[in-house]
């Protein structure tokens, strides 16, 4: 027994000295062969000082000759062994091992668990994580940090913030909150489920703070788009005596970037200057990326060209920042220097590239640039393909924009919306319709921004021609309007508020009142912009006593209006003549204090100041053509002198006043005095003097008018302007002239301008040109009644003169 001790007590000496299986095997081939298994048996000490070799060195092979070794000798049952065993073997990354290990466990403890929960974590099984976590409990074992902290990462990798939470509240209970990886553990979960506040008061119980910690809380809140939070955060973090990191600034300039901070960003740029930090490479790229998505070129570009390392993402986030400011050839200079530089474009780099084509019309580079995304073989990347259609679209070359797209191996709603854009650009409806179309064929569901362009495109179309449609294209717009709400009711988007105010839109465009009034009565809210739909449809209707109905029950409801909505309720005030109502809302503007509203379709920002919104030249312009159409040309002066902007708009606004009162001495004055102020006129100026030369009779400086807009200032005359000549020369019966200036137009005439024939050739009884006139209105509508009306009132009245 004495001798089997000693061998015993040398074995593990040897392997206590060697602390490494293979040492031990070297030496036990020493030890006499005569000897029995269980007299070379080593204590578990020995055991276990060979499984932390095996598992500091990380190797698998020397692992499982370790556990065969406990497994001959009938140790793999001891409860600090077998434990050890899978910590072990997860380390080495035997997960598989370490599972079947761990089932044959008699005693599994917690570091078992923590160790089995880890190597879950490890090979991303992280709903077996939490599936382990819920079995330990059942076993009644009491979780450890490690456990915590792998169920709390399993909860971050699945978006498990309600499970996150009450494992926040058994920590507490246990007393680990104020453990620093616990507390990390749980700041990063909350952070990543976007629980900021939570992760806050987790952080500020935490004992200390490191940078690590505050810069997971910084990143989160720019994440979610708060850009101040973040900044407060990283001030706070510096109160905390934690000197911000590289990735920290980063942070910070992203959050600045997100909220236009451009005064913040500076500031830390300065610090980053100061920290000589700025010669990073990732440093300054985040600097430069800041100043682009402000739009400070000139900053962007000093930090730039300081740059001693320029690669492709720097050089793409300036050709982006001058895209983006619409400086397309700027951001095509760039991209050609960065090639000039030895530097080779990537994809995103092409599709910037790209987009600066189309802001800057550049079709020839486009079609360069698209040679290169095939050499390259990008154009099987959806996003490149997209950007090449897009920029062809934005060149106004449908047909190449279309062979891309043909071309194209896969095609998502984005894609067919990039096309239909150029579509609703050239107002073609029945090739956005048929675009729909095909997309039904090819299996690809239209999106709600399918439907936007759609609708636009049919709303651009009907509102060109509005005055103008036959009743058979009116009957095929409304047709083509009603299929559509068809489409979008099937795919579940009638409720979307964007496409309700659109159908809205487009049905009172075409007339159909009724089918309006069903969409925007079961809008589950009214707001201000459905309001607005209604009351500017209406008033371009000229349906102006229903559009100041609208806005009476708008006030019940209890919607304060917006600008758009005095601008809407004034152009009503104006068609109805309605001073006293239009004077009220001039009033309710001066009061109110408006710092900005949306007041055109092509998306441009007015800003008003608190002084009253009147001030502005687009409402200014609004209220003088209402006080002029109501005659009150005291009011429409008083606006106008307010405005110490006096541009061309607000000009011929005062103009047009005038002219429709028939007042042709103020009208000539003020236009001496607008060319004095160094004002060049337009087609709406001519329009406004040749209305007040046809309402007074003046047929030779109607012609001088045309005569010189077209030569002086090369403007071409447009229908109505035509139409007042036309009418001039036909109430002073100079008929055969306007028939030649008929004859001439490069234009088709309209049913008003052939009405307006026919009502000059009535009253001086001409039945050839009449005829003529009569031809040209029923052309264009044949149920035209007022065209045969007054062709029957000009051949009684020639047969009048006739038999009379």
Known sequence: MQATLRVSHSLNAMVEASASVENYYAKL?????????????????????MLRDCRNKKNIQLAKTAHDLICLNGLEGHHSLENFLVSMFVDCEGFCIAQQVFKKLLHPNEYSWSSLMQAYIGSR???????????????????????YIAALKACVRLARVKTGQQLHFEISKEGFEKDLYVGST???????????????????ELPTRDVVLWTTLIAGYTKQGLGKEALKCLKEMKLDGVSPDNFAFVCGLKACSSIGALDSGRQLHAELKEMGRIKDHVVASAVVDFY??????????????????RDVVTWTTLIRGYTEQGLGEEALACFEQMQIDGVLPDAISLVCSLKACGYAGASEIGRELNNVIYKCGYEGEAFVGNM???????CKLLSEAYLVFEKLEKKDAITWNTLLAGYAELELGDEALGCLEKMASERTPPDEVTFLYILKTYASAVSRDLGQLVHTDLVKYRGRCQYVHTEIAKYGYEKDDLLQNALVALYIRCGLLEEAWKVFDGFPAKDVISWNVLIEGFTELGLAEEALSFLEQMHAEGVLPDAVTYLC?????????AFDTGRSLHAEISEREIESATLSSSSKRVIYVKS?????????TALIHMYGRCGSMGDAVLVFNANFRKDLVIWNALLTAFALQGDSYQVFLLFQKMMVNGQKPNAVTFLAMLTVCSHAGLVEKSCDYIECMSKKYCITPTMKHFTCLVDVLGRSGRLEEAAVVLAEMRMQPDLVLWSSMLGACGKWSNREIGNHAFEGAVSLDESHSVAFTSLSNIYMDRAEDDYG
């Open 29 to 49: 081939k020493t030890i006499d062969n005569g000897a029995s298994a269980i007299e070379h048996v080593p204590s578990v000490e020995s055991f276990s000082a």
């Open 388 to 394: 090449l259609v897009d920029m062809y679209v934005n």
């Open 612 to 620: 009253g919104i009147e001030s502005e030249m687009i409402l200014a």
């Open 292 to 309: 682009a998505k402000c739009g400070s070129l000139v900053e962007v570009r000093e930090v730039f060209d300081e740059m001693q390392v």
């Open 569 to 577: 309720s004034i152009r009503a005030c104006g068609i109805l003549g």
């Open 186 to 204: 749980l700041v990063d979960l909350y952070c990543k489920c976007g629980f900021l506040e939570e992760a806050h008061a987790v952080l500020l």
């Open 125 to 147: 099984d992280f709903e077996s994580a939490l599936l382990a976590y819920q079995v330990l409990q059942v076993e009644s074992i009491t979780p450890n940090e490690p456990i």
